[in-house]
């Protein structure tokens, strides 16, 4: 009996029936608990379903029989790193390719999990190796090419890309991928494929909205500027539609925040507390990645991209309260923020390794101000804004994460918009030794007079390097910004005036709201 369920099992999993595989092989347990070969192929199916902690039992549990078996490693490296396990995660990686270096995919995933955490020069060997082994592999093509972008290798970056499509007409996070530069101009050639590629059979919608996206990007570069913004707007409804996003949720939840910060909490114990990060808070498009790097090309700061970490500890935090953010805030003590303080800089001692600052990038920290403040109370943070037309443009025009619900409806859009504008201002009265105002446009129009009171409000010498800050060598995570801020400022980035009357509707919105002049 357990041999036949684990036939069928086995049939489910190459059909990618994994509810069925999962079931059949929990039958097969019930019958064999102890069979290592259902055990680990149910901490396959598992991980595919995104059980990442059951899957990292079961391969634990397998690999007390196996220990050398390259492939346990692989799943056991993919689910402890979707756990947040990073260290152990990159461990077994490595063990897999120390047991199989001939095996494409075990250097793949190393590849992918050390990208991912910014040690992008030895993901690049990885990754290299990888395609060494396997030319077709196409995730470690796809990789490399993200990985170089990010390392600032602009043109091998655009050469991969052009491999993936060259090799896969359709592919569509190859199209994607020269699009998300920001700087390839794509032909009528191009335009032509991507037609194709949109009209392929049974696309995913995830595949449509990439190539969608891409094809509207295609559209400018030839100035048809109201049929890109309609293709635009048929790939957000698209991506809308999966999306879980509540704007008047989210304008009561910046309500909220401002009625308990209203109140004064309690002083620090050590004010000095935090006096290494350096929080960077904006819109996406906004640029944030622009100000980051010329703080990352002073000496003295390390630029630490995207992270969680903020984020982390004040959802542990309001676990641990079992109450919701902000509710429990008037409830913690100068001794809980300090606790949550030295916890924030213990998960970010990585980034002061080699220099006594850093950045903290994250793009929900305006809706955090407050506590990192209390619990970092000589951190400095700086908001990023930019011209509420051109950001929310930007963000429209931009195929995010599944974590961005607010930028795929114009409406919803100019929402999130204000209530940013909102909350940081309310920041900046509150905290005004501590939060400064950085507008993009006075950025591009006197750089160096700007670069200076960036500098000056962060407590940092001037350095020449912060206005050549296109020539520092780092890895930039943002990939839509990462080609860009390898050059020079520009002047000429604004493009809402190209859509006329396409904007007027969000403009109409954003006067209503007081957000831009009447």
Same mark, same amino acid.
């Given at each position: 009996?357990?041999?036949?369920?684990?036939?069928?099992? $086995?049939?489910?999993?190459?059909?990618? !029936?994994?509810?069925?595989?999962?079931?059949?092989?929990?039958?097969?347990?019930?019958?064999?608990?102890?069979?290592?070969?259902?055990?680990?192929?149910?901490?396959?199916?598992?991980?595919?379903?995104?059980?990442? +902690?059951?899957?990292?039992?079961?391969?634990? &549990? =397998?690999?007390?029989?196996?220990?050398?078996?390259?492939?346990?490693?692989?799943?056991?490296?993919?689910?402890?790193?979707?756990?947040?396990?990073?260290?152990?995660?990159?461990?077994?990686? #490595?063990? /897999?390719?120390?047991?199989?270096?001939?095996?494409?995919? +075990?250097?793949?995933?190393?590849?992918?999990?050390?990208?991912?955490?910014?040690?992008?020069?030895?993901?690049?060997?990885?990754? !290299?190796?990888?395609?060494?082994?396997?030319?077709?592999?196409?995730? /470690?093509?796809?990789?490399?090419?993200?990985? !170089?972008? %990010?390392?600032?290798? =602009?043109?091998?970056?655009?050469?991969?890309? #052009?491999?993936?499509?060259?090799?896969?007409?359709? %592919?569509?996070?190859?199209?994607?991928?020269?699009?998300?530069? %920001?700087?390839?101009?794509?032909?009528?050639?191009?335009?032509?494929?991507?037609?194709?590629?949109?009209?392929?059979?049974?696309?995913?919608?995830?595949?449509?909205?990439?190539?969608?996206?891409?094809?509207?990007?295609?559209?400018?570069? @030839?100035?048809?500027?109201?049929?890109?913004?309609?293709?635009? /707007?048929?790939? %957000?409804?698209?991506?809308?539609?999966?999306?879980?996003?509540?704007?008047?949720?989210?304008?009561? #939840?910046?309500?909220?925040?401002?009625?308990?910060? !209203?109140?004064?909490?309690?002083?620090?114990?050590?004010?000095?507390?935090?006096?290494?990060?350096?929080?960077?808070?904006?819109?996406?498009?906004?640029?944030?990645?622009?100000?980051?790097?010329?703080?990352?090309?002073?000496?003295?700061?390390?630029? +630490?991209?995207?992270?969680?970490?903020?984020?982390?500890?004040?959802?542990?935090?309001?676990?641990?309260?079992?109450?919701?953010?902000?509710?429990?805030?008037?409830?913690?003590?100068?001794?809980?923020?300090?606790?949550?303080?030295?916890?924030?800089?213990? @998960?970010?001692?990585?980034?002061?390794? #080699?220099?006594?600052?850093?950045?903290?990038?994250?793009?929900?920290?305006?809706?955090?101000?407050?506590?990192?403040?209390?619990?970092?109370?000589?951190?400095?943070?700086?908001?990023?804004?930019?011209?509420? =037309?051109?950001?929310?443009?930007?963000?429209?025009?931009?195929?995010?994460?599944?974590?961005?619900?607010?930028?795929?409806?114009?409406?919803?859009?100019?929402?999130?918009?204000?209530?940013?504008?909102?909350?940081?201002?309310?920041?900046?009265?509150?905290?005004?030794?501590?939060?400064?105002?950085?507008?993009?446009?006075?950025?591009?129009?006197?750089?160096?007079?700007?670069?200076?009171?960036?500098?000056?409000?962060?407590?940092?010498?001037?350095?020449?390097?912060?206005?050549?800050?296109?020539?520092?060598?780092?890895?930039?995570?943002?990939?839509?910004?990462?080609?860009?801020?390898?050059?020079?400022?520009?002047?000429?980035?604004?493009?809402?005036?190209?859509?006329?009357? &396409?904007?007027?509707?969000?403009?109409? $919105?954003?006067?209503?709201?007081?957000?831009?002049? &009447?």
């Amino acid at each position: 009996m357990a041999n036949r369920l684990l036939t069928r099992a $086995r049939q489910e999993w190459a059909q990618h !029936q994994f509810e069925a595989a999962e079931r059949s092989l929990t039958n097969v347990l019930a019958l064999a608990p102890d069979d290592p070969e259902a055990v680990r192929m149910l901490g396959a199916v598992i991980l595919r379903r995104g059980k990442h +902690a059951k899957a990292i039992e079961c391969f634990r &549990k =397998v690999l007390a029989v196996w220990p050398d078996d390259d492939d346990l490693h692989i799943g056991l490296g993919i689910a402890l790193y979707e756990q947040g396990e990073v260290d152990e995660a990159v461990m077994h990686l #490595r063990r /897999a390719c120390e047991l199989a270096p001939a095996t494409a995919s +075990a250097w793949f995933n190393l590849g992918e999990a050390l990208a991912r955490e910014a040690h992008t020069t030895e993901a690049i060997q990885a990754l !290299q190796r990888a395609l060494e082994l396997d030319p077709a592999h196409g995730s /470690a093509r796809l990789s490399l090419a993200r990985a !170089q972008a %990010n390392m600032g290798q =602009v043109d091998a970056a655009v050469a991969g890309f #052009r491999e993936v499509v060259r090799r896969d007409p359709g %592919n569509a996070e190859g199209w994607f991928g020269l699009s998300n530069l %920001n700087i390839v101009q794509f032909d009528q050639a191009d335009a032509a494929s991507l037609e194709r590629a949109l009209e392929q059979p049974n696309l995913s919608p995830r595949d449509y909205e990439l190539l969608a996206f891409t094809y509207a990007k295609a559209l400018e570069n @030839h100035g048809e500027y109201a049929q890109a913004y309609d293709v635009f /707007a048929r790939a %957000n409804a698209s991506r809308r539609q999966r999306m879980r996003w509540d704007a008047a949720g989210e304008h009561r #939840r910046v309500a909220a925040i401002m009625g308990v910060f !209203q109140q004064d909490l309690p002083p620090p114990n050590d004010p000095k507390l935090g006096h290494e990060a350096i929080l960077i808070v904006s819109i996406p498009r906004s640029g944030s990645t622009l100000v980051e790097q010329i703080l990352a090309s002073h000496p003295e700061v390390e630029g +630490a991209n995207e992270i969680k970490d903020l984020q982390h500890v004040i959802d542990a935090e309001t676990h641990r309260r079992q109450s919701a953010y902000p509710v429990w805030v008037p409830d913690a003590s100068a001794d809980d923020w300090q606790g949550l303080g030295r916890e924030y800089l213990a @998960h970010t001692a990585r980034w002061r390794e #080699r220099t006594p600052r850093f950045t903290d990038k994250s793009l929900v920290t305006w809706y955090l101000v407050g506590p990192a403040l209390a619990m970092l109370p000589a951190a400095r943070v700086i908001v990023v804004r930019r011209d509420p =037309v051109e950001t929310c443009l930007g963000c429209f025009r931009q195929c995010f994460s599944e974590n961005s619900g607010f930028a795929c409806d114009m409406d919803e859009m100019a929402d999130y918009c204000t209530d940013f504008l909102r909350l940081t201002r309310f920041w900046l009265e509150k905290y005004p030794d501590r939060v400064m105002d950085l507008q993009y446009e006075s950025l591009v129009a006197e750089p160096e007079t700007e670069v200076r009171r960036l500098l000056d409000f962060c407590g940092l010498p001037f350095n020449q390097a912060c206005l050549e800050f296109h020539k520092t060598a780092r890895t930039v995570q943002s990939l839509p910004s990462a080609a860009q801020v390898r050059q020079p400022i520009r002047r000429d980035t604004a493009r809402s005036a190209l859509y006329g009357h &396409k904007l007027d509707r969000l403009r109409q $919105r954003l006067r209503d709201a007081s957000v831009i002049a &009447k």
